[in-house]
C-alpha cells in the first residue's frame, strides 16, 4: 500500500527525469503515466512497479511504457 506522495514532474524531449533529495534506504514505489494516439485520439496508459525500491545515493531507474 502507497502511504505517502513525495515527488512528481514531467520527462524532458528525451523522456527522461531527475529527482533531487529523494530518500535513500526506505522503500519507495514508482509509477509512471504516458500519453499516445490510438485511433486519433489522445489516449492514456499507467505502469507501476510493484516491488518496492531501495535507493542508494545515485540511483537510475528507467521506466518503459508498452
Do not use: C, W
Not at 502511504?3 to 533529495?21: C, P, R, W, Y
Amino acid at each position: 500500500m502507497v502511504t505517502n506522495h513525495i515527488a512528481n514532474g514531467l520527462t524532458n524531449s528525451k523522456g527522461e527525469i531527475v529527482f533531487q533529495d529523494l530518500p535513500t534506504n526506505q522503500n519507495l514505489y514508482i509509477a509512471a503515466k504516458g500519453y499516445f494516439i490510438k485511433n486519433n485520439k489522445n489516449d492514456t496508459t499507467y505502469t507501476m512497479i510493484d516491488i518496492p525500491v531501495r535507493l542508494t545515493k545515485d540511483s537510475t531507474i528507467n521506466v518503459t511504457l508498452k
